[in-house]
């Protein structure tokens, strides 16, 4: 088309014209004004509705869902002190995660449709995370997985895989990748001379991911190691006694144990009573919550995972303001220092806070849970532990903090020794997007 | 590449690997502390299904009842309690057990006496559910851990290998008990009532014995055997909701070797579940739960009696 040159005179006459036809048709300039304002989306009067969901009664409540319920709260309260999410308070309610797979999706279905919740954060088990994740799709309800670890709940079946799995699903940390590549990068660095090992870990998704995460990253890292045994004890076993001699028997340097709560707790009193940590040491892929439950006893130069960097002592106060306030805090509500799960419910409460904001920024008022769900992707969160970046495949990755256990005079039960504690970087111990764990552990070349 | 031993090996290579080990008496120990606890529970569950013919589904609740109240008296009682406040503070979960176990019969078992042996199941299967629910609203979803008792009693070396003094004086008690029981039912008058009903229950009524009182007192003795099983096991082990579910399936296959009612086949069937356990933790790791299972079955299909069952 011929570029037309528009005069002065020209230019006025017609927008004179069209100012005085839009008079005429929409009304004054201030209704103008007002019909502007009027596309602008408006923010709800009424609370969010957030739902947690973690196992407050049972095995799992006493080492993970009450303390993260506890954050949960504390947070909620912080945050509305603080005015809300884009100014609209939280009503957070709690729901127990007891009672089964079959359980937690009759629950997950009526908090989505039922109760119209904005947004569940939830789910300790893996098992209950692969039953509702799905769900946040089918029925169109954001869910945000806040502690449960099995790495194939992101992952396809081959890879590369397509991503993201779930639109509405996210999982706000990293999986248990972490703590078992974390486990043998620790081995190779402070254990090189160790020639044999062994697993104890519970009979079921979690225990057998695990185990197979750690076992093929020793086969790339230390190839020279043996595997003496295996052991899978039913979750809540009540006597360890006959796995402990059986691991005394098989003489392994050390001992790998994705082992949890009360059985985690069991364990360890029953191997300290058998004698079992004059023999061997364990390397426990979860073992940062249990040295503060058996107390001073809780044998020395145990190898310990925190999950990421979640550890009321890391990073340190002084250079790090929020975990210093977060176990300040935490310890003045509840009388305890915050363990990892405390640490997760931080990281899924402030992913759903910053992609609300990030959306609510972008779309200029209240965001839909697909906006929501776009602005969760790339977000890089400070957290009371670090930083945890969520990705496109909807999965949060962090840094890994291990260490091992030693008595201090400071506190009642022993911490990470702080000279041989290893902070490994995100990238070095997530696999990349799309990529699944295990083909990319099989991939270094060592 | 790194080696890997196979899942299951060879038992007499394994044996001539390990014939010099001392290890092979502490895996024994190991068995008998289990086969403590699990014949102090199948003990109650045989009396109460010998004598009054119930399949009490609830009996593990009672044994987490025993546990839960002797771990809140021991953490009651603090750290700094003597030790003769400590061991006598167990029986605590005894007596709640016991208790439990008269409102349980009085209120529920006892108007299903003359039904079907399916009425007696969904009534014990409803008092499992309804017992959860009893201890979570008295004791919460928390976990109670009391190790005092066993910290306090420290370790013994038994052929050079350190064991737990706590585990031996759960044995001695089991034995004590069952001594104690088998003195009961066969040398006392009321045991020999009690043996009478569950030998034949209308030739006892004919000859005038009050069965629901012996009933009564039955279920009350069984659900403190649970009791006392909860309270020796809670020293080494947390207790938590749902504490009595596998504890329960194991007595069943005490129950379903020894056979049903028998005090022989308690403890015989016990002795096999412990040892087997135990052994075959060592030996065949990744099918531990399954060998008891497979015996049980070969059990029932040899001899559906059990090995002493009438």
Redesign the interface.
Known sequence: MANKKIGRRQFIKTTGAAGIGAVGIFGSPFKVRRAAAAQKRSIPKDPIKLATVG?????A???F??PGNNAYRMLADRINKEGGISGRKIKLTSYDE?GGVDAQVKLCRKLILGEKVDVILGYISSADCKAVLPLSDELGGLIMAYDCGTHVLMEGDKSPYKVPKYTLGFRTKAHLGIDNIGLAFMIRKYLPDIKAIAGINPDYAWGRDSWLIF?TA??KL?????????????L????F???I??L??AKPDIVHSALW??DS??FT??AM???FF?KSRMAFSRGEPYPQ?VGR?YPEEQLICCAGTHYFLYPPHDKWPLNKWFVEEYHKRYGKYPTYPCYHAYQAMYTYKNAVEKAGTLVGGWPTIEEISKAAVGLSIQTPSGHLMIREDHNGIEDVLLGFSKRVPEFPFPILDPKRMEVFPAHVVNAPVGIRTVDWINSWKV | MISRSPPTISFSRYLLANRNSKMWIIYILNGLYFAALIFLISLGLNIILGVMGILNLAHGSLYAIGAFMAAWTVIALGKGAPMFLIYPSLLSGVVIAALFGLFMEYLLIRPMYKRALEYQLLITFGALLLLEDVIKMIWGGEAYYASRPCDVLGTCHILGNPYPAYFLLVMIMALIAGLLIWVFMFKTKVGVMLRAISLDREMATALGLNVHKMGTFAFVLGSALAGLAGALVVPTTPALLGFGMEPLILAFIVVVIGGLGSLKGALAGSLIVGQTRSIGIVLFPEIELALLFLIAAVILVAKPQGLFGR
């Open positions: 196992f407050l009664t049972g095995a409540a006493a080492p869902g009450i007891a076992e020793m086969k230390m190839p020279h190691v043996k595997v003496v045994g295996t052991w899978w004890p039913p809540f076993t009540t006597d006694t006959a796995h001699s059986a005394m028997g709560g009360g707790v069991t009193k029953q009573g058998m004698g004059e439950e006893d």
